[in-house]
């Protein structure tokens, strides 16, 4: 399936876009799409392992099935306040 | 009142937008730009959110104040964009009958915003450089994220 | 900022008058009069204090606040006379350099103040009945007192 | 000696007086003075129990000496904030 990925922060510095495409597996962990994403951009490769992901604006973990027309985001570590 | 802005915080209306005869205490939080850390020199900041999750996770943290703390009413506000030297990024006014309810709650919802919120500092030091500002620990699900998996309201 | 006022309080004066570059929290606590005790019904409060020894109280107790906690600074204004429901009768404002130092330092202050200080409440209840407001403890030295007994600066 | 006590709050409206006059003996304890107040003012008895006496704007002991000037006043439970 094909998803989209919201880039935030250091992350959209990173990759210079605030939103990713990318060819998945039907049903892939969050833990998977997040090698995949490392994968097709190293440059972020370090921050996606201390970045969580968000589907449809609540934190997942890296057992959580992404479905597809999920909302989806890469939060790096948050520093608001 | 909950909202996210790019434009300068009015902490007045804040504070007064949690009024209430039932309250004998207000508590209000002011987080500014600081010029140094240490030796470091800040000359701004810049703020960046996820805004619909993170104005839905900022409304989780007021519910769950609510139902922690006996209080009267909550408020957040956070700007984004650049932030200068002195100005507000953040106001929280928590408003309850005693004091000690307000001064738990605005502190406790202070600090779960600096762990679940999706909004990201972004440091100006003098030197010139520039820094995410991206503490090591991960953003964490909590067993409210668990119990509403793909809820998102 | 330290006074005793029988005016209406300006709670942003006293939140400005502690902002700094060198903090980045400020916290403000507010006391406003509540219209319910319990069952109780309050119409208004009346304050009144023995000015010289409660300023010169409060300039302790905020001496104490900046040589206990890291702050940058301290404001306290406390209203006297009548403070109608809703209206603020102190205001307590504290600056640090992290926020940690100005929530604690503004709660124990007004704890404090509220053991510390010669100012009394008295209560108009809705019922037409009136009564001063004595906590069950008496006011104790405290060892700044009996370090500095007779000092009185 | 003659000294004046400052009262205020309960104990002003008690005595219908925000200042009163006494005759005490030189180098008076605060505990004996606070008992001669009782015994002048019997309508403030009660409070002067649970009221503690400041002498220059500092809160006295019970054995506190009284000197004449003193600036003396008598405290009630305070319920500032």
Known sequence: MKIRIKLFAAARELSDTGEIGLEVADGILVKDMKQQISNAYPSMSELILRSAVSLNREFATDQSVVQENDEIALIPPVSGG | ?153
């Open chain 2, 1 to 153: 009142m909950i909202f996210i802005t790019t434009k300068a915080i009015d902490t007045s209306k804040v504070l007064e937008s949690v009024k209430s005869k039932q309250a004998g205490a207000s508590v209000l939080f002011v987080g500014t730009t600081r010029q140094f850390t240490g030796e470091k020199e800040t000359v701004q900041l810049e703020y960046e959110c996820y805004e619909a999750m993170a104005v839905e996770k900022i409304q989780q943290l007021v519910d769950s104040v609510q139902s922690k703390w006996n209080i009267e009413h909550c408020s957040v506000v956070h700007r984004i964009g650049v932030v200068g030297l002195g100005e507000s990024s953040i106001a929280v006014a928590v408003s309850s009958g005693h004091r000690q309810e307000s001064f738990e709650a605005a502190a406790w919802l202070v600090d779960e915003l600096k762990i679940q919120v999706p909004i990201w500092k972004k440091e100006f030091w003098a030197d010139g450089k520039t820094e995410w500002v991206h503490p090591s620990g991960t953003p964490k699900p909590t067993s409210q994220d668990l119990n509403s998996a793909h809820g998102g309201s």
